[in-house]
């Protein structure tokens, strides 16, 4: 599955959109310290962080996308550092719990 068929399968409202990529895999986490180290490359990242840092852990990780849950939207300082490192960030109104099970599922 790629980053596009999951945006679409979820209505997924694009925040800043990259590369059509494949999705191996997914973590969802909000302490980004512990991000770092368990997310994979390829994950799809489920998180409702929002700061300047989630970009810059995301390009670390080679995470192929990002939802933020909640309908949450990240600051202005985050989504320009998405647009200037090219990274694929969705919004959805669905919780972590609700886009896990979803994602896990497309995935399996």
Excluded at 3 to 16: K, N, Q, S, T
Excluded at 43 to 71: G, H, K, Q, Y
Excluded at 87 to 98: K, T, W
Aim: negative net charge.
């Amino acid at each position: 599955m790629t980053v596009f068929e999951i945006r679409d399968a979820l209505g997924l409202v694009p925040l800043h959109e990259a590369e059509d990529r494949p999705v191996t895999g997914g973590y969802a986490g909000d302490l980004l310290s512990w991000v770092m180290g368990r997310a994979q490359s390829g994950d799809c990242w489920i998180t409702i962080m929002s700061n300047r840092n989630v970009p810059a852990v995301c390009s670390l990780t080679d995470a192929a996308m990002v939802i933020f849950a909640e309908d949450v939207t990240p600051d202005d300082a985050a989504l320009e550092a998405a647009a200037d490192n090219d990274l694929n960030f969705y919004r959805s109104p669905l919780s972590v719990f609700e886009l896990c099970a979803k994602v896990a599922s497309l995935l399996s």
